[in-house]
């Protein structure tokens, strides 16, 4: 009996090294080796700026003059001779008809070079003659929507439109998480701009309502639903679809916190499938530290592992060993 109370203890202690080297063998955060996190959000935030930027150059003037274009109506007067006052309507070739001087080219001109340039056909049969073009009906002022939306087609407007402006028209669908589509793009002769779309809907950022030009063509692609998995002792693993404000803590939360094996404050790992399987590393405690720096960012694929707590496993072995151990086995064990 004394010999197996001997192996006993040698067992026990073996597993309290364990535990104690486990529990304090890693850091909370991976690190490479210049002693840097391996994950930082500082690349994202500098991309979210870089990202806004390029939006903003995409995005035409505010003060930028409307051009004519096919469908237009206008009206036509010439200061000084209401009796040559006309309406017209730009043909899809972009002219119109003047008397005498025949068809002439206006579309894509503004309505200030396109009274100078209807002047200039007809000065060889008016002198000082002078034009000034008004827009009656807008009829080429369309942006094109298609895609996952309820109404796609073709949309005219009175003024510059913007994205948020022919998205609500469209009719947005969110989706059967709640959350609007993750992105757009927009085609604009031979440019094309992806917007991350519900960033910018979630952050209430002014870009948004970024102006749009006519011609221009949104695509809103069908919805990927954007999930990560959560494994291991968790009480309720399993897929959550990310928000843009999830974090680890509230991803914890929605599977039902911590199961009992995995202790007070396991070493959680997050594997970022998109980086190659690279594991982060943190500590649960850690993210209930306020600004402590320690959370991890999550992406669309990644796997977060809860493990089983070293100090379970050990509870477990002594649960087993109990019916073979003494009382002063054990006292002597937690005494060393």
Known sequence: ???????SSLTLCSFVVLAL????????????????????DAPRAEQQTSDMNSLRKFEPSVDEEYTLGAGDEISIQYPGRPDLSSKDVI????????????????????REAAGLKIAEALSPYYTKLTATVRVEK?????????????????????????????LSRGGLEARTDGLYPEQCI???????????????????????????RRNDLVFVPASATRTITIIGHVLHPGPVVLKHDSTLATVLGEV?????????NPEIQVIHRASGGKTQLVRFKDLLKPNSGNEASLYPGDIIFVPKSGLYKMGVVIQDLA???????IAAVALN
């Open 1 to 7: 009996m004394n010999l197996l109370n001997q192996r």
């Open 21 to 40: 080297g486990v529990a304090h063998s890693l850091p909370g955060e991976a690190k490479n080796a210049d002693g840097q996190p391996m994950f930082d």
């Open 91 to 110: 043909g899809p070739d972009g002219r119109v008809t003047l008397p005498l001087a025949g068809p002439i080219k206006i579309s894509e001109q503004t």
């Open 138 to 166: 807008y009829g080429s002022n369309f942006v094109t929507l298609l895609g996952d939306v309820k109404n796609p087609g073709m949309l005219s407007f009175e003024h510059t439109p913007t994205l948020l402006e022919v």
């Open 186 to 212: 927009i085609y604009r002769g031979d440019q094309v701009y992806w917007v991350k779309l519900q960033d910018l809907l979630a952050s209430g950022s002014p870009m948004a309502a970024v102006r749009l």
């Open 256 to 264: 039902g916190g911590l199961a009992d094996a995995a202790g007070g």
């Open 323 to 329: 019916p073979f151990m003494t009382m002063a086995t």
